[in-house]
Nanobody, 116 residues
């Protein structure tokens, strides 16, 4: 069973930055896609950013230009660099790794809180 360990969440003021890291228990290159999602109470989990085996990147419209997803080969992590954070970015952020169709894994989530 693949496990995903997330880190980097916390409390930050509006306009600040955070970097989230997702470290799988196997190689990041074992997956066809890895992504970050976020969820607020009472809402559905939504895609924030994704990185695919072919190198494609995908971002939610409201984070484009502020967030950057990347792979760190040396640390075997997928990172989400978040800048110019806004209070509406407050959520629990989850890492997802996709190995194949209907074969995916989730981390337990890390809280990001942006104060105004």
């Amino acid at each position: 069973q693949v496990q995903l360990a997330e880190s980097g969440g916390g409390l930050v003021q509006a306009g600040g930055s955070l970097t989230l890291s997702c470290a799988p228990s196997t190689s990041i290159f074992d997956f066809v896609a890895m992504a970050w999602y976020r969820q607020t109470p009472g809402a559905q989990r939504e895609l924030v950013a994704g990185i695919y085996a072919g190198g494609q990147l995908k971002y939610a419209d409201d984070v484009k230009g502020r967030f950057t997803i990347s792979k760190d080969r040396s640390r075997n992590t997928v990172n989400l660099r978040m800048t110019d954070l806004k209070p509406e970015d407050t959520a629990v952020y989850f890492c997802k790794a996709v190995r194949a169709v209907s074969v995916d894994y989730w981390g337990q989530g890390t809280q990001v809180t942006v104060s105004s």
